[in-house]
């Protein structure tokens, strides 16, 4: 079982910068596709950006220049990067690994932008 957390979530004003981290145990960190979702009140979770195993990165549109994922393996850590922040990107963010068809949630972290 592999045990995902996230942290760095909080309120931050209109145009403010954030950085999310989240953790995944078990040795195969490398391994693992790991992804940040968002979920905003009354709407459907939804992929915000993925970074594969050998780096490979994807995002949502609305994200994309002002988000950046990345990975440390070596800390089993993940990174979400959010820059020019706006009240639409208020939701919960959640981490999400995956290894094939194997798939692991944390409990989310809550973005609130502001004013």
């Known amino acids: 079982q592999v045990q995902v957390v996230e942290s760095g979530g909080g309120l931050v004003q209109p145009g403010g910068s954030l950085r999310l981290s989240c953790v995944a145990s078990g040795s195969g960190f490398s391994t693992y596709y790991m992804g940040w979702y968002r979920q905003a009140p009354g709407k459907e979770r939804e992929l915000v950006a993925r970074i594969t195993s050998t780096m490979i990165t994807n995002y949502a549109e609305s994200v994309k220049g002002r988000f950046t994922i990345s990975r440390t393996n070596t800390k089993n850590t993940v990174y979400l990067e959010m820059g020019s922040l706006k009240p639409e990107d208020t939701a919960v963010y959640y981490c999400?690994?995956?290894?094939?068809?194997?798939?692991?949630w944390g409990q989310g972290t809550q973005v609130t932008v502001s004013s």
């Open positions: 999400n690994a995956r290894y094939f068809t194997d798939e692991y």
